[in-house]
């Protein structure tokens, strides 16, 4: 047997052996049949080239040998026993770095609320979240997860959902209504100022999509205004600028003190919210199973 080649087990074996003067004590400690490690030591002896052991019908003793890697093997096995547990605590303590690619809208919603409670219990998981409106390749970017809406998400990524379903608002401010009309369909929107948002993945302005009693409607509105950013066009109609079309979870604080009045709900069904999704070969660590699960949406 090549020296390089000799198994950890066996030398443990010995140890064990050497230690308790006896193959039954030994046997026993180790979980073994006596058989079983006598055989483990026979081998090792072999191996060596070397009679490691004296044995007698009643006693069992280390040769020359055997107390000089008794000395020098034991205190070694014992650092890397050590070591070994020591690594367990990582088992009991989740650790790592999770790099998440988000919008704004989700990043601020239900990530950080989410965050704020999660990490303070596992103080050695790091969350990095990178806000980007664009949809990404995370797995060609670093990313261990994505959070998107349903309806973006590839086929061949497992999907977590970890919000309600969402609806968007049409909203305007009192001022706006007192000079113009409350549309009551999609179709009159095309006579009101809107404020519109451009995506940043295509360039194009976003459309305002609609859907009742199973009609759909995608209406392209003009207006004086455009931002790539959703807080700007909040403002914008607080200002009576025009009419916004945003999720109605961001207009909800507007509309509750009523600087905001909503228009043509009927016309806004609720649609798959937001999703945390990651490739399904992905290996997860103790550290992304447990973010996933205080994630995961059980409403």
């Not at 497992?158 to 999609?186: Q, T």
Request: overall charge positive.
């Amino acid at each position: 047997m090549n020296n390089s080649r000799l198994n950890l087990n066996d030398l443990t074996a010995f140890l064990a052996v050497a230690r308790e003067r006896s193959f039954t004590r030994a046997a026993a400690r180790l979980g073994v049949s006596q058989s079983a490690l006598s055989h483990t030591i026979r081998n090792l002896e072999a191996g060596l080239g070397l009679r490691l052991l004296t044995r007698t019908t009643r006693s069992v003793a280390p040769t020359e040998a055997g107390e000089r890697l008794l000395a020098t093997l034991g205190p070694r096995i014992g650092d890397i026993e050590a070591e070994l547990a020591g690594l367990s605590a990582y088992r009991d303590r989740p650790a790592g770095t999770i790099r998440i690619t988000t919008g704004k809208h989700p990043a601020e919603t239900i990530l950080w609320p989410a965050l704020a409670r999660f990490l303070p219990a596992y103080p050695d998981i790091k969350v990095e979240l990178v806000v980007d409106h664009k949809l990404v390749d995370i797995a060609a970017e670093g990313f261990d997860a994505g959070v998107r809406l349903g309806e973006q998400i590839a086929q061949d990524m497992i999907a977590v959902k970890i919000a309600p379903d969402m609806r968007m608002a049409v909203v305007g401010s009192p001022a706006y209504f007192a000079d113009h009309p409350k549309p009551k369909e999609p179709q009159q929107l095309t006579a009101h100022q809107a404020i519109n948002l451009r995506l940043p993945t295509h360039g194009g302005l976003y459309v305002w999509e609609f859907e009742k009693d199973g009609r759909k409607l995608n209406v392209r509105v003009e207006g004086q205004l455009i931002f790539n950013d959703t807080d700007l066009v909040l403002k914008a109609a607080l200002g009576g600028l025009g009419l916004a079309y945003m999720p109605e979870d961001k207009a909800a604080p507007s509309l509750a003190s009523k600087q905001l009045v909503r228009v043509l709900a009927d016309w806004c069904p609720p649609f798959p919210g937001y999703h945390l999704y990651y490739p399904s070969r992905r290996q997860q660590t103790p550290a992304f199973t447990l973010l996933v699960e205080a994630l995961r949406h059980r409403g």
